[in-house]
């Protein structure tokens, strides 16, 4: 969820789960994640829903996230990077700079439709389904002149990078709202390269919808303040009398 209608306190909540698995000639790993992230303004939230995963150095520490699981912690500014905090607080000359980087976006030859699959139903909206084929030259110049505005000049090696990354999206799908032209929906298929020899496949959905409604997002009533020396104090050795959160 997106709160922007107060451009002095934005607002935004945000819900990651992740779960998966790797294996290799020596060993094999698999575990998942769930959490919550919430802010408003400069106030930043936190809760860990779940975190499991059968590696031995996270399971030595269970004790200890399972103190946390499903609390709510207020987490300090000094905790939070300084580009996430940008996206919350910003003044005019920022909002204009937004303003410039939206336009850059609008304007760039960045994908074109190698495929239309024609009306569908989703996220209770009809909306056209479109097949992507990505433009590497639109996304090269759009990368140099974005970092342009932002008064940097891209590298020659970090471009090649992000064009690597780009080469390696197998399948890109958008569904586009017939009456309002929104996206409510995308997909991506990335089968990144390794030089290890290791295969690998990704994908990722987004699901869209409730534009221009208002979103709910509120300061958690019952958070504590995080104090991240609570991990440092803790001593596996006898975990049976964790820290508790500081209040």
Known sequence: KFDRENEEERKAEVELSVSGSMQT???SLSGNVDLAF????NQFYLQLKKLQADDP??????PIIKLYEGKWLKLSEDLIPENVKKLQKK?????????EYKKLFRESSLFSVSKEYGVENVNGQKAYHYGITWNEAGVRDYLQKSAALSG???QESNLNDALRFLTAVTNTEFWIGTEDYYLYKSALTLNPPSDSGIKSQVELTLNA????EGADIEAPEDATDFNPMDF???NPSSPSEPPAPTE
């Open 57 to 62: 150095s996270l399971q030595s520490i269970q």
């Open 209 to 212: 919808n409730s534009y221009n």
């Open 38 to 41: 919430r802010t408003l303004g």
């Open 232 to 234: 440092l104090q803790f």
């Open 25 to 27: 000639a020596e060993r």
């Open 91 to 99: 003044d005019e000359a920022a909002l204009a700079k937004e303003e």
């Open 152 to 154: 940097q000049t891209m």
